[in-house]
């Protein structure tokens, strides 16, 4: 009796199959992102030279115990009232009208004891070592709110849209408009109030 050969599987489909299954699934799939606290590194200083004079009226310090509790300039502070005291000092505008400095875009209380303007004006945060992650992350987050609170404002102000949202939809590669032009509008308001979050060592 003759012996019968089995027919070959013709397996080109199936890697055509197992290619589009690929595809698709690459497509498809969402890719978690890292996340994290966005911050540009300052730029490194020449040897041997002095840094600059910051008066004191120009510092906002914050500092993390380690019961978690906030003491900002030396006073204790629930954490629910961290990001109106930051709005308050960035936005005092305390050098008078008519002199180099003034804030002519400032809403503050002119406070000649408070910061001068945005640009002077520097947060600085300290969390001792035995505080936790979670506790300087939302010290951070209050912080940089009071940023955006301020930029929204001002974009809405002389551009009609919000910072926030507009600097996120370029990020993301959705914006719908003429995007360089936009940019340069986020950078001005950027620069009327540039971020100055400082983070000082724990052990000094």
Do not use: H, W
């Given at each position: ?6 027919p070959?599987?013709n ?6 199959i ?13 890719i978690e992102?890292d996340?994290g606290?966005v ?13 600059p ?6 510092l ?6 380690n019961e ?9 502070m ?20 008519g ?8 809403q ?5 004891s ?17 505080s ?5 992350i ?9 940023y955006?609170?301020?930029?929204d404002r ?14 996120k939809?370029?990020d ?25 979050l ?7």
């Amino acid at each position: 009796m003759a012996r019968r050969n089995a027919p070959e599987i013709n397996a080109g489909s199936m890697a055509d199959i197992a290619f589009l299954l690929l595809i698709f699934f690459l497509v498809t799939t969402t890719i978690e992102k890292d996340r994290g606290l966005v911050r540009a590194l300052p730029p490194e200083q020449p040897e041997n030279v002095e840094p600059p004079i910051i008066k004191e009226k120009n510092l906002f310090v914050v500092i993390v115990n380690n019961e978690e509790e906030l003491l900002v300039e030396n006073k204790p502070m629930e954490i629910k009232d961290l990001q109106a005291a930051a709005i308050a000092f960035l936005d005092n505008g305390g050098v008078p009208k008519g002199q180099e400095g003034y804030c002519d875009y400032c809403q503050g209380e002119r406070d000649l004891s408070s910061s001068d303007n945005p640009d002077k004006a520097i947060i600085t945060v300290k969390s001792l070592r035995e505080s936790s992650y979670e506790s300087f992350i939302t010290v951070q987050n209050e912080l940089v709110g009071a940023y955006n609170f301020l930029r929204d404002r001002e974009s809405q102000r002389l551009y009609q849209f919000k910072y926030t949202e507009v600097s996120k939809a370029i990020d993301e590669g959705v914006f719908k408009g003429n995007e360089e032009a936009t940019e340069k509008k986020l950078d001005i308001i950027k620069d009327m109030y540039p971020q100055k979050l400082s983070e000082v060592d724990p052990n000094n």
